[in-house]
């Protein structure tokens, strides 16, 4: 089964709170997900704060900004079949749809 871990500050963990998402068509399990504690999320905020503030993003070019942007729009379009697989296993979702989603947020990325 998958685990679905939260990232935070630049490193994936575990956390105390989780819970199991089944595939609503046959109730086998999909993944483990891990759920933020109040903690992991002032964590999350305070780690995205400082990137967002520092010099390295600050600093960085807008053609880089847009070339580390277009790179996460591509590893979407690698992996499309893989989350659309698991959108559809996680939430019941038509193909279509599914696949749609994916596009969607490859474009948006994009």
Known sequence: MKEIKLFI??????SEKS???????????????YLPTEKDIDLAVDAAEKAFYSTEWRGMDHLKRAELLEKISEKLKE?????????IADSGSAVRKAKADVANAASYFK
């Open 79 to 87: 992996r499309r079949n893989e989350i659309t697989e698991l959108e």
């Open 9 to 14: 500050n630049g490193e994936f963990r575990t």
């Open 19 to 33: 819970f199991t998402s089944e595939n609503p068509a046959n109730g086998e399990a999909v993944a483990k997900v």
